[in-house]
């Protein structure tokens, strides 16, 4: 237990460190988290609709400020080229990013051409059973996710960083409200990136 957590206190901290110097980035991980925070209450209600949301709101507004907010220049405050944050990244870094939602893109468009799924689920009738059939196979597609990136850090690394990088996954948003729920005053402030950020920049 000891190991663990200190394991997931690093994942943490490398997350923050490394991929949250822009306070629009954060202030978007706010309104991501917060969506991910109600899609865990409908998952005890109606687990489609609770992917929806997650992936609709939760993962789009993530990414959206990871992929054109987040700076990809050098990083001063921790002496690290972008290329090298990417590299070393435990989780889903960008490369790895662009498949998976290029995945959950293409399935609604699969779902259109086959409403079975090359018969794996019921076919839709109407509208409304589409959209709740995206919901579900978009949650298939969240859980073969993490447990598939699970199974890369159990083959890489260790049973410790594996379940230290789900339980992370997993209790994001929770941190991430604790962290970035003053970002988007700070944003309106004209507050765009971290003071470690602008005063490694005037270094340079």
Known sequence: MPR??????EQRLDDHRLYHHSRI?????????SSFLAAYVLLLIDPPLAALVAWLVGMTSRQIGHFFFEPKTYDG??????????EIKVGYNLRRKVV???????????????PSL?????????????VRSVGLVWLVLGLAGVAFRMAQLLWR??????????TKIAT???YDVKLYWRAPLQVLRGELFSPEWQEAAKRR
């Open 118 to 130: 090359f018969g794996l689920i019921e076919p839709h009738d109407d509208w409304r059973d589409f």
């Open 77 to 86: 405050v921790n002496r690290a080229t972008h290329a090298h944050k990417e």
């Open 157 to 166: 690394e260790d049973l410790v960083a594996s379940l230290a990088w789900a």
């Open 172 to 174: 994001d948003p929770f």
């Open 4 to 9: 663990f957590a200190e394991t997931l206190r």
């Open 100 to 114: 998976l939602m290029a995945i959950w893109a293409m399935l609604p468009v699969i779902l259109l051409a086959d």
């Open 25 to 33: 980035n954060q202030a978007l991980h706010l309104v991501s988290a």
